[in-house]
């Protein structure tokens, strides 16, 4: 299995511009979810999915944030317009189901906002 | 809600020698899962651990292991023969079933050589 594959590993955009990150779950997995990291707040949860339908978005910071699983094996996480406080590491990490209770992670974006 | 607390935000340890990681946690659940997961320079997250709350044995892998003190709501994890491929930020992280996960802001760990 390759695991959590996101893409792209590093993004950098200007302020104002559209920001779309990809996720691509494991195989078989029902959940899947959205963290940003960043050094003053450490991991955040901003949403999560259950059979590709958005369960719990309290994260989501404004508006601006936008997720979607149009099917099992893909997800995106968009920010439009970004600015440069979204600068952050964004993960996405998926687990078998809720009682399961391991998540794996992929290797995260990068994402810096100029 | 459930917190985690890392007192500990950078700790070093000499290459072949044991560390202890602190992490404690509140919560009012009886049943809930705890973690350890390392992130290295590359910056993904792994699962090192898992101690489950209703087991009193505490959970070991290799090398790593776990002091669950149930009562004291605390979690350590003990690195024994520290490697230079240990040097990474640890998260403990708490999850209750149907919840969420919550992380503790990490501890960073340089293994000297």
């Known amino acids: 299995d390759a695991g959590v594959i996101q893409s792209p590993r590093h993004e950098v955009t200007e302020m104002g511009q559209e920001v779309t990150l990809r996720c691509k779950p494991i195989?078989?997995?029902?959940?899947l979810f959205w963290y940003r990291q960043t050094m003053m707040r450490g991991l955040e949860l901003l949403i999560y999915?259950?059979?590709?339908?958005?369960?719990?978005d309290s994260g989501m910071p404004e508006d601006r944030f936008s997720a979607k699983m149009p099917n099992a094996s893909f997800s995106t996480l968009k920010i439009q317009p970004s600015e440069p406080r979204d600068s952050a590491v964004y993960f996405c990490?998926?687990?078998?189901?809720?009682?399961?209770?391991?998540?794996?992670f992929g290797s995260g974006t990068q994402l810096s906002v100029l | 809600a459930q917190t985690v607390t890392q007192s500990q935000p950078e700790m070093s340890v000499q290459e072949a020698e044991t560390v202890t990681l602190s992490c404690t946690y509140d919560t009012s659940e009886s049943n809930y899962y705890l973690f350890w997961y390392k992130q290295p320079p590359s910056r993904q997250m792994i699962l090192v651990i898992r101690?489950?709350?209703?087991?009193?044995q505490n959970a070991t892998e290799n090398r790593f292991s776990v002091n669950f003190q149930k009562a004291a709501k605390s979690f350590s994890l003990k690195i024994s023969d520290s490697q230079l491929g240990d040097t990474a930020m640890y998260f403990c992280a708490f999850y209750n079933y149907g919840q969420n996960f919550v992380f503790g802001p990490g501890t960073r760990l340089s293994v000297l050589p």
């Open positions: 999915f259950n059979n590709n339908v958005p369960i719990d």
């Open positions: 101690q489950e709350a209703y087991k009193q």
């Open positions: 990490a998926s687990s078998a189901d809720r009682g399961n209770e391991k998540l794996f």
């Open positions: 195989s078989g997995h029902d959940y």
